[in-house]
């Protein structure tokens, strides 16, 4: 994974939506990885609309990453499985130039709590498909609005099923930390557990398929208590934005399936910055993790 606007992608944000980020920026000091470093306090409520979230911008508040950091994108090599995540705030996408531009997969929000279903998503989702994208839908959880079974029917109903036409994965949980509020959404790492776990096993018995889980290691470690329940069960994607050769793990998870090295990468077909990931394998892992082979 914006009224919290997504300043954080340069070149289609207003000078207003600078100066709301800036303000929630200043609550925190920076750091050079969203991975890295002792917590930082919760800072205050940011009062945005909920549904306004994307992948990492939880993040980008209480880690206090600055928007002007070196992109990954720029220091480290393209090589491999190469994939983006993208939300409405990308606007429209012209998936041909992504896919022609060497990008094999790319997941895109399809929901939030049980109340939002992203505007771009009926759009992104079968359009990545027709250009030949391995596309996949991701859910940003609030789990203080309602229970993990309550948001992993509304996703599975709402864009975040899964079909076996070899190019659809499974979709995926992003949880991290809390843009509109306390980090770990005042939940106890025994309620987090919990909460996840009922996500996981709500979202399995509507589409058969295990959930992938999206987090840092700081958020993670902190939220959870180093849990290591969803290690056999859910593939892991880390975002950690470093120009280290690979991604600081959360203590749970003894490898990493994807990793999202940027928040500020460049693709052609997409206009303005744009999360860029990694999968950890060849495109037959890949697709065999598509097909649920």
């Given at each position: 994974m914006q009224v919290l606007p997504r300043v954080f992608r340069l070149g289609r944000r207003t000078a207003t939506a600078l100066g709301v980020l800036g303000a929630a920026l200043a609550l925190t000091a920076t750091s050079v990885g969203v991975a890295n470093g002792a917590p930082r306090p919760d800072p205050k409520p940011l009062h945005v609309k909920p549904?306004?979230?994307?992948?990492?911008?939880?993040?980008?508040?209480?880690?206090?990453?600055?928007?002007?950091?070196?992109?990954?994108?720029?220091?480290?090599?393209?090589?491999?499985?190469?994939?983006?995540?993208?939300?409405?705030?990308?606007?429209?996408?012209?998936?041909?130039?992504?896919?022609?531009?060497?990008?094999?997969?790319?997941?895109?929000?399809?929901?939030?709590?049980?109340?939002?279903?992203?505007?771009?998503?009926?759009?992104?989702?079968?359009?990545?498909?027709?250009?030949?994208?391995?596309r996949g839908a991701y859910h940003f959880a609030l789990p203080d609005a309602s229970s993990g079974a309550a948001q992993a029917t509304y996703f599975a109903a709402n864009g975040g099923g899964w079909s076996r036409d070899h190019l659809t994965l499974p979709g995926v949980l992003d949880i991290e930390h809390n843009p509109y509020g306390a980090m770990c959404y005042g939940l106890s790492t025994t309620q987090m557990r919990t909460w996840i776990n009922d996500f996981h096993t709500a979202y399995k018995a509507r589409t058969t398929r295990d959930v992938v889980i999206y987090t840092t290691a700081s958020w993670w470690n902190t939220c959870t208590g180093n849990w290591t329940g969803m290690s056999a069960k859910s593939p892991l994607w880390v975002a950690h934005w470093t120009s280290a050769s690979s991604p600081a793990v959360p203590s749970g998870f003894p490898t990493w399936t994807v990793w999202q090295y940027t928040s500020t990468g460049s693709v052609p077909g997409v206009s303005g910055n744009v999360d860029r990931d990694q999968f950890n394998g060849s495109r037959d892992r890949l697709l065999a993790l598509a097909d649920n082979t």
């Open positions: 549904g306004q979230a994307y992948m990492g911008v939880g993040a980008r508040i209480h880690e206090g990453v600055p928007a002007e950091k070196p992109a990954r994108g720029l220091l480290a090599p393209t090589d491999g499985v190469q994939g983006i995540d993208v939300s409405h705030w990308q606007g429209g996408i012209d998936w041909t130039s992504v896919r022609d531009a060497g990008i094999q997969f790319a997941w895109m929000k399809a929901t939030e709590g049980t109340t939002y279903k992203d505007d771009r998503f009926n759009t992104n989702y079968p359009a990545a498909h027709a250009a030949g994208v391995i």
